[in-house]
């Protein structure tokens, strides 16, 4: 019975919704302000200043959606558009590895188990499920957005779309700033759209800007208020004295919410006692 | 792929002409318009409207990859691109050296030796294989009228005095960085536009700009504030694509200016710790980037230098591949060299500060 | 011209009140709506009015979505009608709206039990929307089912309709050279008040609040919409508390420029 076509009552919704699983972002305390990690079908925005691991946790999360779902993870495949350049393939085959051992560790019968789950544990194996766009201008982020609904109906096993960052062309180039409001707005819903209709996460990167807001500057993400608006959850990364720290700064079912975290060799982890050595690179 | 003709697309028929009837030439004509807008310029209906964004999107949209094929490429043109910087605690921190491809940016207060560090990649770049480098040529944009033949091969003769005994290598090194002295910020967008075509025909294995801030700096007291950002947002766009399609390292030096008490370092969410902890975390002469925010984040690699503790320190501020660490250095006759292949760690602010305390203070 | 001999009222070209009738209209017809947040209740003096358009602007994450979904759970949950949930954000959470639901005695004081949350909350139905186009086509929907009353899911009918956010639609549209965008948004805002209005709903929108330039905010849809909405109410939240301020920017019964101070229960 209902009032218009498609239409869902919220009983059902709550059963879809507790049976959804989270990508983990590879650290409990952020998992934990996040209601269990990286929700499907939601918007998450992710802010920081330069350097603080921005990249690295969009880098992780193309990583761990793919962690197998006897493992507990969801077994999908990422997209990631790139339109900076800071896609380091080096790097994600290191973070694909400290996954994958971080796995071994917790599950260390895995050893035991058929082949087929030792092939799919292979860094290639990861490195093969990310969808990787790499782009150089705003024409091409909107064509790129407009173009994933049809390559999503493509590759239906996608449960990640990640956008490193959502700001870069825009800030560059577009002139008229009346007119890149009204395109960033109907780009916004188009990704909400593609989340909730192929059941995926989207993570928008975005930079920091200064504003000046009640007689001082301050930093604030970029893209001004009008975007802000455009995601359901944004999370922004900033420093704490010597520790990353992460800040849940609008969701809709969770609090406000500060929990700190570590960017190490292996990727994105918990942050550990303060006198930890930091594990080095080799 | 945004400029792209319509009529190249292959769209069907009817889509074609009415594009073209409404002079709709470019993917980025079509793109850049909201839905509504781009039905009135149509004056067709929702479902043609659509299917016009749809076609020309997927024309538009550049090729997809796996980053396993990204990996395969990367190995095929060997080992990820690394131009080595032979300073050997640096070059493990970056993972082989400066990435190819990719924008590395040297900031640092004057005279802490970023033209110093230039000159050596120039140098390094210009070597022939056989001895580790990229055997190719240079190009150094020189905006502040520092570039030294005769100390670039000075660096050379006494870091690799066994090389340079030969005959006429130090004009043959010499030879191949091809230094541009731009005047303005015009002439320098055009000897960048002109320069992918150069970059092709000449073998350029290494782009330098020495310096950015100062460029932009010429340009600001002529612009009106409220243009300022234009032409930078526009050099380093066009200096990351260049990098990228020529698969080249480029790196761009950066200078420093006092923090005022303008400048927001904080989140609003963050005001009640402001007054608190923070102020002692501030050193005693607080620097930052010239240029500001938007640069940082452009940036793949930020390589600080800066001085504190009676050292110079090169600092690995940024870098997707690996975690902050700092090398003390000094700038001797053959150029920089560190005092430390270990690296010391750092964390917290200090990654991102800009110290520059005189050599004087020494340690107690 | 058939209308004009038939006296009833469903007659959409209008029929002339006396100002008697409408005060028993406004008397019997168009009570309140609680939304469960006791501030925002006082300040509208008992909630949201049935008829009317109530608008909530505020900046980004004020509260305006927790405004929406405790509205929309305690409607359901004081068994007052069906709740028409529009989301244009993906932010309608159902297990925030089962924690405000089991918070919430019902209107004989008792609490919810298990399979008293599941009517409740089948009561609460939700539909994405992503472009303007998608919304007509909702609300065309709404009101044949409306009109021809057949649908009144388990004998209730819809009495809240919520919008969050029109200005997230509005936004792409509005402005430019054309004035096509603007006509939609004017049309949007006919059809919310005529369902209002002749279906008895109380509709309630949300409004980004964009920059006016030298730090002030406004809300983003901007002179032509803002005569749409019967009630205007502004919100704010102080920086990492759940404290919310609000002020009555437009009130067509009561007094505009009141202020309160209310919680939003974590």
């Known amino acids: ?282 | 792929m945004a400029n792209m003709p319509i009529s190249e697309m292959r769209l069907p028929p009817h889509l074609a002409h009415l594009l073209a009837a409404r002079r709709l030439d470019t993917a980025k004509d079509v793109l850049s318009l909201p839905e509504v807008e781009l039905m009135a310029v149509l004056d067709a209906g929702l479902p043609t409207t659509r299917a016009a964004v749809a076609h020309v999107s997927e024309a538009a949209c550049p090729p997809c990859q796996t980053a396993l094929a990204l990996l395969e490429e990367c190995v095929r043109l060997g080992g990820g691109g690394r131009l080595a910087t032979t300073l050997r605690g640096l070059d493990e921190a970056l993972g082989g050296g400066i990435p190819m491809g990719k924008l590395t940016e040297v900031v640092g207060p004057s005279g802490i030796g970023k033209t110093q560090f230039c000159l050596k990649l120039a140098l390094l770049a210009a070597l022939p294989e056989y001895y580790g480098g990229l055997d190719g040529r240079v190009v150094y944009i020189d905006t502040e009228s520092k570039f030294s033949s005769r100390r670039m091969i000075e660096i050379g003769q006494k870091s690799f005095p066994q090389i340079f005994r030969q005959e006429g290598l130090a004009q043959k090194m010499a030879g191949r960085i091809l230094v541009m002295r731009p005047t303005s910020l015009a002439d320098f967008t055009k000897s960048l536009e002109q320069m992918k075509v150069t970059l092709l025909q000449h073998d350029v294995k290494l782009l330098i700009v020495d310096s950015m801030a100062a460029l932009m700096s010429l340009e600001n007291e002529k612009a009106t504030a409220g243009f300022r950002q234009h032409p930078l947002r526009w050099a380093l766009s066009f200096i990351k694509s260049i990098a990228e399609f020529s698969r080249i390292p480029v790196v761009v030096t950066n200078q420093v200016r006092s923090q005022s008490n303008d400048d927001g370092y904080h989140f609003s969410f963050e005001v009640d710790r402001k007054d608190g902890n923070n102020c002692a975390e501030r050193f005693d002469s607080h620097l930052i980037a010239a240029l500001g925010i938007q640069w940082a984040h452009a940036v793949t690699v930020r390589l600080v230098f800066e001085s504190h503790s009676g050292h110079r320190f090169m600092k690995v501020a940024k870098s997707p591949m690996s975690p902050a660490v700092a090398f003390p250095f000094v700038v001797e006759s053959s150029g920089i060299t560190l005092l430390s292949d270990e690296g010391i760690d750092v964390t917290g602010p200090e990654i991102t500060s800009i110290r520059c305390q005189g050599q004087n203070v020494l340690a107690r | 011209m058939m209308s004009q001999d038939q006296p009833s009222t469903e007659d959409r070209c209008g029929r002339f009140w006396n100002g008697m009738e409408l005060l028993k209209d406004v008397t019997e017809k168009k009570h309140l709506l609680p939304t469960g947040l006791e501030g925002i209740d006082t300040l509208l003096g008992g909630g949201l009015r049935r008829g009317h358009l109530t608008e909530v602007t505020g900046p980004s994450s004020s509260g305006k979505t927790q405004v929406c979904l405790h509205s929309a759970s305690l409607v359901a949950a004081k068994h007052l009608g069906v709740v028409m949930y529009l989301d244009t954000s993906n932010s309608f959470s159902p297990s925030r709206v089962a924690t405000i639901i089991d918070g919430t005695p019902d209107l004989f004081g008792h609490k919810a039990k298990g399979c008293e949350i599941e009517d409740v909350m089948r009561s609460i139905i939700c539909e994405s929307v992503f472009d303007i186009f998608a919304l007509f086509e909702v609300l065309n929907q709404l009101e044949i089912s409306l009109s021809n009353d057949k649908v009144n899911n388990g004998g209730s009918k819809i009495c809240l309709l919520i919008i969050d956010s029109i200005s997230s639609l509005l936004a792409p549209i509005i402005g430019g050279k054309y004035p096509q965008g603007r006509s939609m948004m004017i049309s949007v805002a006919m059809i919310l008040k005529k369902l209002a209005d002749e279906h008895n709903l109380s509709v309630l929108v949300t409004n980004h609040m964009v920059s006016a330039g030298n730090g002030a905010v406004k809300p983003a849809l901007g002179e032509s919409w803002k005569a749409v909405p019967h009630v205007r109410l502004v919100i704010s939240r102080e920086c990492r508390s759940n404290i919310c301020t609000a002020t009555v920017l437009k009130h067509t019964l009561l007094a505009s420029g009141s202020t309160v101070k209310f919680t939003v229960p974590s």
Not at chain 1, 69 to 77: D, I, Q, S
Not at chain 1, 98 to 109: R, T, V
Not at chain 1, 143 to 171: C, M, P, Q
Request: hydrophobic share 40%; net charge negative.
């Open chain 1, 1 to 282: 019975m209902s009032f218009v076509y498609g239409a869902q009552n919220a009983w059902d919704m709550l059963s879809d919704e507790q049976s959804q699983k989270h990508i983990t972002t590879g650290s409990g305390d952020l998992n934990h302000i996040l209601g269990g990690g990286i929700h499907c079908k939601e918007v998450t925005e992710i802010g920081g200043v330069p350097g603080v691991g921005k990249t690295q946790l969009g880098i992780q999360l193309a990583i761990n959606v793919q962690i197998p779902v006897e493992y507990g993870g969801l077994g999908g495949k990422a997209v990631y558009i790139d339109t900076e350049g800071s896609f380091m393939v080096e790097r994600v085959y290191q973070i694909a590895e400290g996954c994958i051992s971080d796995i071994l560790e917790h599950f260390p019968h895995s050893h035991d188990k058929s082949s087929s789950g030792q092939k799919q544990l292979q860094p290639e194996h990861f490195l093969a499920d990310i969808y990787y766009f790499r782009i150089c201008s705003y024409t091409e982020q909107i064509a790129a957005i407009n173009y994933l609904e049809k390559f999503l109906g493509e590759h239906k096993d996608v449960r990640i779309v990640i956008i490193d960052s959502v700001t870069f062309h825009f800030r560059q180039d577009f002139d008229d700033l009346a007119l890149r409001t009204r395109v960033l707005s109907g780009l916004s819903l188009k990704l909400m759209k593609i989340a909730k209709a192929y059941n995926l996460a989207v993570v928008l990167l975005n930079q920091v800007t200064t504003k000046f807001t009640e007689g001082s500057f301050q930093l604030a993400l970029a893209l001004g208020d009008s975007w802000s608006h455009s995601c359901t959850n944004r999370l922004i990364l900033y420093w704490n004295g010597n520790d990353r720290y992460a800040h849940l700064d609008k969701s809709p079912s969770l609090p406000v919410a500060s929990a700190p975290y570590a960017v190490t060799g292996k990727g994105v982890r918990d942050a550990v006692s303060p006198n930890h050595k930091r594990v080095r690179v080799a």
